[in-house]
């Protein structure tokens, strides 16, 4: 059997390019080589389109590759794209898009899931209302484009009142906490708000929640075989929240997988992930979050994230392998996922 072409898209043109060429470098080395030959296609910063050789650099293909004449003509050359790429310009539903202008398979939730899942506002509203009533996190969203500076900021300040301090402000559509900081008083959530302003003219406002951080990782179509991992908790030193920072670079974190909870709240939570899944048509993947209080073990929901890492020290893959699927046979898993959706959505009807 001649080998499938995987094509692993990585870099793009947001604050998470790095962790991007993590994820790929990780995947690139662990893909069933007996079963596929992965192209590596890197966007740059600038967003050009650069490839190479598999055995080559993710991080210098991205700086020195070919440049990429056709886009088009190299995804269709292959047999499924791996897109991971993460935050804006990537996970937002854009590439999402191209891939089905260009009528390719790919890994992952289609444009709406990725776009509805990336603006924290537009999401919470969704999943946060009937039918579907799952409890996101208490806040408020702003808008200074819309809503002008003024006037958004002072919604800002009121809701931060009443909400009560401490509140963490965060632009609504990014991820690994890119631009996101905790206000204790009226001063910080004046630097807190300009900083989130930096990435993003809307800008969520949440109430500070002395809470666990609390994951879990789901794979599959949203059927009846899709799978939700047991939670996994993230465990930092007393006074720290999950920053940039200690995710990536001090690695400071500790991971318990599965997480020590009742089984009554394991089971709320598995429950309410795959309603928030299916809620926003997610398919192929997705990392669930919730903050659930320590005391009254509560759970609300904080974000899905449609293409969440693959490094070493990221959550889903680890929880996914504690559910019985390593690694290796995790990619395999998410290409064939991508082919059968793919091979469903060929059969509609596209003319009258």
Aim: proline share 6%; glycine share 8%; charged share 25%.
């Amino acid at each position: 059997m001649s080998k499938q072409r995987l094509a692993l898209m990585y870099g793009g043109r947001s604050s998470e390019h790095e962790v991007s060429i993590r994820s790929a470098t990780e995947v690139i080395a662990a893909v069933d080589r007996e079963r596929f030959e992965p192209v590596p296609v890197a966007v740059t910063r600038e967003g050009r389109f650069k490839t190479g050789l598999p055995h080559e650099a993710l991080d210098r293909i991205a700086l020195t590759g070919e440049d990429v004449e056709d886009l088009g003509m190299l995804l269709r050359s292959c047999d499924c794209v791996f897109p991971l790429l993460h935050g804006p310009h990537g996970e937002d539903g854009t590439f999402q898009g191209l891939f089905e202008v260009f009528g390719v398979p790919y890994v992952g939730s289609g444009v709406l899931a990725s776009s509805m899942c990336m603006d924290k506002g537009a999401f919470k509203h969704h999943v946060g209302n009937a039918p579907f009533d799952v409890p996101v996190t208490p806040g408020v969203s702003i808008d200074v484009q819309i809503e002008g500076h003024e006037h958004a900021i002072a919604r800002a300040r009121g809701a931060a009142a009443e909400l009560g301090f401490p509140v963490f402000v965060k632009p609504a559509n990014q991820g690994s906490s890119v631009g996101v900081s905790r206000a204790d008083d009226a001063a910080t959530l004046e630097v807190a708000l300009d900083l989130a302003l930096r990435y993003d003219s809307q800008v969520i406002v949440e109430r500070g929640l002395d809470a666990r951080e609390i994951e879990l990782a789901v794979l599959g179509d949203g059927g009846p075989e899709t799978i939700v991992s047991q939670p996994g908790e993230i465990i930092l030193p007393k006074g720290q929240w999950y920053t940039y920072e200690t995710k990536y670079v001090d690695d400071v974190a500790r991971y318990a997988i599965p997480a020590e909870l009742p089984e009554q709240s394991v089971e709320l939570l598995r429950a309410l992930a795959l309603r928030a899944f299916r809620a926003t048509r997610c398919t192929g993947l997705a990392r669930v979050d919730f903050l659930v209080e320590r005391d009254s073990l509560t759970p609300w929901l904080n974000e899905v994230n449609t293409m969440p890492g693959f490094t070493s020290i990221s959550m889903y893959p680890k929880m996914m392998a504690q559910a019985g699927v390593p690694y290796s046979a995790l990619i395999t898993r998410l290409v064939e996922l991508a082919m059968a959706t793919h091979g469903r959505r060929s059969t509609l009807s596209m003319v009258r």
